[in-house]
């Protein structure tokens, strides 16, 4: 029996909306903002199911290196891949890194990522951003229309993005719409607080006629956000 996840918010986004005071909070009545706050609700269940519940058993582990551990599974016709290690920060420290979109670039060193926009508050724990990857040879560009949020269980600390729906921000040009199932973080900090085991979990479609040689190299390099985001931590704190 998997434990239910009850929203809870420790800090909140409040940093955001003084960085960003633009920053548009979107109507929660709405069909579909309902929608991006479910998805959300769902995608932390779903995390906590696949690192302490329901889903933690029967990950491969393909590769243990320099304090970083890779493992892939199949749920449902979808194949993860998951990394594990140590990031030195407080949990704080990095969900407000990640969990900023437009801060991305900071630390993603795999050369993939364009540019993040955050288009709008959706609930003090949850907003809606936009993401562009850089195209390759002959392969356009991809972007995701994401819900991201968090919460804190015990003293772990959860957090999640996943593709949405919404009117304001349709297809572009030139760019393909991809679909991301995962990206999802999970964080136990130390006694102190100073550092965390961190779990990051991903999966995705990127969509379109793109060779299987790019989506391999895209999703194997996955795992490797949980050292880029460790080495960005330790650069700044020298």
Known sequence: MSKEIVIDNPFGFDDLRENYPELVTLDKEKDEVKTMISTVKKGLQEIYDKVKGTESDGWKETYNKKGLIKKVKDIDNIHYVRGEGTIHASPEEIIRLIGDIRLRSKWDKTGDFNTGTVLG?????????????????????????????????????????????????????????AKLHSSDWYLTPNEEGTECHAIYIAAF??????????????????PELVTMVDNYFKKIKK
């Open 121 to 177: 508050e959706v609930t003090e724990w949850a907003t809606l951003s936009r993401v562009l990857f850089n195209g390759q040879f002959m392969v356009q560009q991809r972007d995701f229309v994401l819900a991201g949020g968090y919460t804190k269980i015990e003293k772990d600390y959860m957090m999640v993005a996943r593709s949405v729906e919404y009117s304001g921000y349709g297809e572009q040009k030139k760019t393909t719409r």
């Open 205 to 222: 479609d990127l969509c379109g006629r793109i060779p299987q040689k790019i989506t391999n190299r895209v999703c194997n390099s996955q």
